[in-house]
């Protein structure tokens, strides 16, 4: 007797991406506290905490969008997987956007009352906050794009074996 499938819930791409944006965001801003106030700025955990772990989420949020794309939305293993791949870069785009944003927003509400701050006393550090953020949103934004399209596409092809092997 065949055992009864359990279906996934569907859950939009975007809202995929912003959770892993947000978790990147939290990650990010605890990496660079605990870098900053108790490790005296090491050098690989910077790049860990603002770099890497972004990037990371990034491919996660690509990766779960395609393969859940896959599974619960396709169900099939003849489609060719353009959806899943979409997913993926829709979560890849999501991620950048709510990484970016909620940096910024913790940064500029909480910014003063965090062990580590950077201030800007005069106008030419406000610019170059100013354009430091428009580059980083910029930047984030095309990375997710990229990323989360490579996740997705890994995520389509993970999920197509799986359904591969459950129907042969």
């Known amino acids: 007797m065949a055992q009864p499938t359990v279906q996934e819930p569907k859950v939009h791409p975007l809202l995929i991406g912003g959770v892993y944006g947000l978790v990147a965001a939290i990650i990010q801003i605890l990496v660079v506290q605990l870098n900053h106030a108790a490790l005296k700025s090491n050098g690989l955990l910077g790049f860990v905490g603002t770099v890497l772990i972004p990037l990371i989420g990034l491919y996660l949020a690509g990766h779960y969008a395609g393969r859940h794309q896959r599974l619960t939305m396709l169900k099939t ?60 949103f910029i930047v984030w934004l095309v990375l997710g794009l990229l990323v989360g399209s490579i996740g997705g596409i890994f995520g389509d092809s993970r999920a197509h074996k799986q359904l591969k092997s459950a129907g042969a």
């Open 77 to 136: 293993q003849v489609t060719s997987g353009i959806r899943s791949v979409f997913a993926g870069t829709g979560a890849g785009f999501a991620t950048g956007i709510v990484y970016v944003l909620v940096s910024l927003i913790i940064n500029a509400v909480l910014g003063n009352k965090l062990p580590y701050h950077t201030s800007s006393n005069n106008a030419f550090g406000d610019i170059l906050s100013t354009a430091g953020a428009v580059l980083g």
